[in-house]
């Protein structure tokens, strides 16, 4: 078979399994040729090295790449969509995992900050219900001083006074007479000394 007769099958409307059964076989025909070209070629002088004829294997290569089955190009382009969905999956899983570890931490934070809070707001509430309590006894002492100094002074008064009432009660002065009745005054005249 000559490198540049070789059939290659084309893919037609009416084409079914057996056309790509065809390109199959195509590819490997070419394949096949690619191969013995190498296999036949010269060696080079001193070395493992063999003189190829570039264009005719390029060729060949081209056509046997262009008669690849239609199933190979769609299940070497959905192998590449399954990778690229793989990692575009995969970034997104590990997007959602640092976005569900970030608002972990973030509800941990406020809850060790409501607790905080709330203990502070209990300690703060018992300390002045204490110092409430406190003030409270202090004001009753000082107004007990107040008053039980109050009462004291009362009963100092209280005796003074009755003891002042009993003075007065022993001691008999003689009660003043009634004065004179005044005389009738006449409008007419005017007295100087009566009034």
């Known amino acids: 078979m000559s490198s540049a007769g070789s059939p290659v099958p084309q893919s037609g409307p ?3 399994e057996s056309s790509s059964e065809a390109r199959r076989l195509a590819v490997e025909q070419l394949l096949g040729q690619a191969i013995r070209i190498v296999e036949r070629s010269r060696p080079m002088p001193f070395s493992t090295s063999v003189m190829i004829n570039g264009e005719e294997l390029l060729g060949i290569l081209q056509r046997a790449f262009t008669a690849l089955p239609e199933e190979l190009r769609a299940a070497r382009w959905m192998l590449k969509e399954r990778d690229d969905m793989r990692l575009r999956t995969q970034r997104e899983g590990e997007e959602i995992i640092a976005a569900a570890r970030a ?6 934070q406020r809850s060790e900050v409501v607790k905080a809070a709330e203990l502070r ?3 703060t509430l018992s300390e002045a219900e204490e110092r409430a309590g406190r003030m409270k006894l202090e004001t009753e002492d000082w107004c007990d001083q107040r008053l039980a100094t109050f009462e004291a002074m009362l009963h100092k008064t209280l005796n003074t006074v009755t003891t002042g009432r009993q003075r007065l009660q022993d001691t008999q002065l003689p009660r003043p007479e009634a004065p004179a009745p005044r005389p009738p005054v006449d409008d007419d005249v005017f007295d100087q000394d009566v009034g």
């Open 14 to 16: 009416g084409h079914t």
């Open 103 to 108: 608002r972990a931490e973030q509800m941990v």
């Open 121 to 123: 707001a209990r300690r």
